[in-house]
């Protein structure tokens, strides 16, 4: 296991909420700082940078933040939750965006807590998630 110096690993819409400098997400972040970023995370923020209108701010916000974090990437254990999580939640007539079931099978694969704003982690059996 990668060594890892965090508990929380963050959804998209949080950094969004960091990015915007919404109280709640501030004081949250910086109460544990030692927060993971996932390579899926990071994709949909620098999709949002480049189809927003202040791209070059944008992508200056996401290379600060990435500058002291920890990036987590998919290997085979992760494809390995990935799968029983869709097949999972395929069962249970609740499919949830692809995006979002390999984030939430990084934090389960690293027995990290997932910090989101998505309430459908709820329906993730297994899953350590807070609502922030």
Request: charged share 25%; hydrophobic share 45%; with cysteine.
């Amino acid at each position: 296991m990668i060594p890892m110096n965090g508990r929380y690993i963050v959804d998209t819409n949080i950094i969004v909420g960091l990015f915007a400098n919404e109280d709640a997400i501030c004081t949250r972040i910086h109460a544990d700082a030692k927060i993971i970023l996932s390579s899926i995370v990071l994709g949909e923020l620098y999709f949002g940078a480049f189809k927003s209108v202040k791209t070059s701010e944008n992508l200056r916000k996401i290379n600060r933040l990435m500058a002291d974090k920890i990036i987590l990437n998919c290997d085979a254990g992760t494809a390995y939750v990935y799968g029983r999580l869709r097949n999972e939640q395929r069962m249970k007539g609740k499919p949830l965006p692809e995006n979002d079931i390999w984030i939430a099978a990084l934090a389960m694969q690293h027995n990290f807590i997932l910090a989101s704003r998505d309430k459908h982690f709820a329906d993730i059996e297994g899953l350590n998630w807070e609502c922030w």
